[in-house]
Structure formats: structure tokens, C-alpha cells
């Protein structure tokens, strides 16, 4: 371990497998690496572009002739070059940050989705590599088609050999989908559907039913309803590796509990299921009222996010809703105290991490979720910037 590894930040770019060109990466002025868990992560590799030399190659890798004859911009060698083809769209790319002379922490595996070129008044070109990881697969495109009763760790599945990518499925998920189908078969039900949405979308609400989670890494596609982080993986001190911090309590928008309305289409009956926190004894409640007497449940609660009308055709439906019910409520209470800060770049730092805040105070201390985090890498140093939240609900 180095001894003072925050002087010294670095780090390391492959591009389909082979380590960045030296002359590239000795061009290098910034990296920034976005990560999250609603979106793909993001990479952007800025790079000065002296004598257009790296456009040059990208035209190369065309079928153009490295040296243009129509105009003259300075002597460039060959080996001034890149390789042709080092920037073409949907090349691999992977990115490892930390600190030398420790080996990078890699934190980034996708492919290259765009080149920006800059050609500014009175300075420097430059040009702009944006990569995203695989899951922005998920997000291309959208399709109309039924699955029938698949489970839905199966559906997951096919999204996942659609796009490329292997999936891992928490096996809580496969038992529960496997039964819930099966419910569904015998009992008449309909089964899932993709009406105009993307892949990504349709994912999301199959996450949303069994109240988990869904996230990449590398090539890898994870279904699960437990994060693998669940005690705080390093603490950021106030005055020493945390440069700032912004804590923000609000009840505007938020909400106590969340219900839904049930109706019988056997009977003329509907209720309303409401799963509630109580914020006196620290604990989560449940309240069932006739759908007449729903106009109380506010009083007995407080502010109540009602979702949509569900009709009951079997009853996975009932158990669809409870893990829907709880998934909302879980959103919800969890946002009510959120922070945003910077602190000393740190690759540990991830969407979906438990880190620990001190030095704070009583009030604002604590154990806090990474929601995103922006990882920058330029002649300012190595800073990462973060979105957090206060985790009522695990």
C-alpha cells in the first residue's frame, strides 16, 4: 500500500482488450466515470487533439489516406497515430481508477457509443470518447409482444440473451416467479406483456413486482432483491477525506404509506391495502378498510400514495400487489433524508454502496446508499461527487 496514495492519482483505459495507444494516452485531459442504477453508467475520455492527429487515424480507419493532400496542418508521423479503428463505435471499453503506484480498481466495462469532436476558436481540438456500460442495450428500442405465463426470471432471462448479456437471477426471485405463473395458469390470469416499451422498462417493472433491484457488471446482468452491501464499506470524515456535504429532510411529496384498491369481480366489493412506516416505533404497519370507508385511511395514517385500481383474477395477484405495495413504500420513505457531497476520489464509491458519514453530528451522521456518483480524473486531481440517501427501509 502506498503511503501517501492520494497524491498520486491514476488511471488505466483498454479498448478491446489492448491497453490505450501511449500516444493516446498521453493525450488524455479528463476522465469521467457516472455511475448509477435508474441509467446507463457513463464514461467520457477528453483528449487533446494537437494537429488533428487522432481525427486522422479515425478517417483512416475509414478507408481515407492518413495524410490529406488538400490541406497541410504540421508534420505528423505514423507513429504519431493511433491504430485505425481505435474509436469506432461499439468498440470494448474498460476503465480502472485509483491511485499509484496501487493497481487501478476497475470500475467500468462497455462500449463506445459516440465521438465528439471540438474545434474551438483560438484553441486546441479536442475530441470526446462517451462509452456507456451494456445495459444501455436494455434501453434501445421499443417492442409490442405478449410472454404468455413465463416466469419471469425466465423473461429475464430473454432479455438478457437478446441483449448480449448473461443473466444472474437471484434464486428468491426464480422460486417466487416459477409459483406465481403457475398461480396465474391455473387460476385464468394474464400473463406479462411488453406494450411499447424497451427491454429496460419492461425490466423494470419485473424488478419492481418482487420489490429488487437490477444493475450490470461487465457483461453480467443482476436480478436480486438483496444489494450486496449492507454495511458501509469505508467512512468519509468531514475535514478530512469528505470535502463537503449537503443533507436535505423533506416531507413535501412524500408520503406515509402506500395503498391499493382491490376489487372482486365476483362480488360487488372492493378495499383498499395500505403498508405504512411508523416513524414513532420505527416499524412498518398494514391496514385493510372497505373501500367505502378508504377516505379514512389517510386520518389513520397520514399523507397516502394510492396507486392504481386492481382487479383480482387470482391470487398471485394479490401477492404481485403486496411486493408492488412495499416496493413503492421502500422508494418513498427512503428518499425523505437525501444528501449530495464530494469527497477525496475514492473508486469505492459506487451506486448502490453503503458508505458511513461522520463528523456531522448526531442528525446527519450515519450510514447512508450511494444513489450515483461521478468519478473525475483531471489536472485538478482525482474527486469524487455523490448522491446519497438515509436508508429507513432496507
Keep these: 500500500m502506498a503511503t501517501y496514495p492520494q497524491y498520486v492519482p491514476e488511471f488505466s483505459i483498454s479498448i478491446n482488450g489492448e491497453a490505450m495507444p501511449a500516444v493516446v494516452r498521453s493525450s488524455v485531459t479528463s476522465v469521467k466515470y457516472e455511475d448509477g442504477r435508474d441509467a446507463a453508467d457513463r464514461v467520457e475520455i477528453s483528449i487533446a487533439n494537437s494537429d488533428l492527429r487522432f481525427l486522422r487515424s479515425h478517417i483512416r480507419g475509414l478507408g481515407f489516406s492518413p495524410f490529406p493532400t488538400a490541406i497541410t496542418m504540421g508534420p505528423v508521423q505514423v507513429a504519431d497515430l493511433a491504430p485505425a479503428g481505435t474509436f469506432d463505435i461499439d468498440n470494448t471499453v474498460s476503465l480502472a481508477i485509483g491511485y499509484a503506484p496501487d493497481t487501478p480498481t476497475k470500475v467500468f466495462q462497455g462500449e463506445i457509443t459516440g465521438v465528439e469532436v471540438s474545434f474551438p476558436n483560438g484553441g486546441m481540438p479536442t475530441m470526446t470518447i462517451v462509452a456507456h456500460d451494456y445495459i444501455h442495450r436494455l434501453q434501445n428500442g421499443k417492442i409490442s409482444r405478449g410472454f404468455g405465463f413465463l416466469p419471469d426470471a425466465l423473461i429475464a432471462m430473454i432479455l438478457s440473451a437478446e441483449n448480449l448479456l448473461l443473466p444472474a437471477i437471484d434464486p428468491v426471485i426464480i422460486a417466487g416467479s416459477v409459483a406465481m405463473a403457475a398461480v396465474n395458469y391455473i387460476f385464468g390470469g394474464t400473463g406479462r406483456k411488453q406494450a411499447g416499451r ?11 413486482t418482487y420489490d429488487a ?9 443482476y436480478v436480486s432483491r438483496f444489494l450486496k452491501d449492507y454495511s458501509p464499506r469505508l467512512t468519509l470524515t468531514w475535514g478530512q477525506n469528505l470535502l463537503d456535504f449537503s443533507p436535505k429532510v423533506s416531507t413535501i411529496g412524500q408520503v406515509a404509506g402506500v395503498g391499493m384498491r382491490f376489487s372482486l369481480r365476483e362480488i360487488p366489493l372492493d378495499f383498499l391495502v395500505s403498508v405504512y412506516y411508523d416513524f414513532d416505533r420505527e416499524s412498518l404497519g398494514f391496514l385493510v378498510v372497505p373501500g367505502a ?27 404481485n400487489s403486496a411486493l408492488v405495495i412495499a416496493h413503492e413504500l421502500r422508494q418513498k420513505i427512503n428518499n425523505r433524508l437525501t444528501g449530495s457531497g ?36 483531471d489536472s485538478g486531481g482525482y474527486r469524487t461527487a455523490f448522491q446519497v440517501r438515509k436508508e429507513l427501509i432496507p
Design 342 to 377: 464530494s469527497a477525496v476520489g475514492d473508486p469505492r464509491i459506487r451506486a448502490g454502496a453503503m458508505i458511513r458519514i461522520d463528523g456531522l453530528g448526531p442528525d446527519f451522521s450515519g450510514d447512508y446508499r450511494v444513489v450515483s456518483a461521478t468519478h473525475s480524473i
Design 198 to 208: 424497451s427491454d429496460f422498462e419492461l425490466l423494470q417493472e419485473i424488478a419492481a
Design 213 to 221: 433491484d437490477f444493475w450490470v457488471e461487465g457483461s453480467v446482468l
Design 293 to 319: 370507508a378508504a377516505a379514512s385511511a389517510q386520518q389513520l395514517i397520514g399523507p397516502l400514495l394510492t396507486l392504481i385500481d386492481q382487479p383480482i383474477n387470482s391470487p398471485a395477484d394479490i401477492a
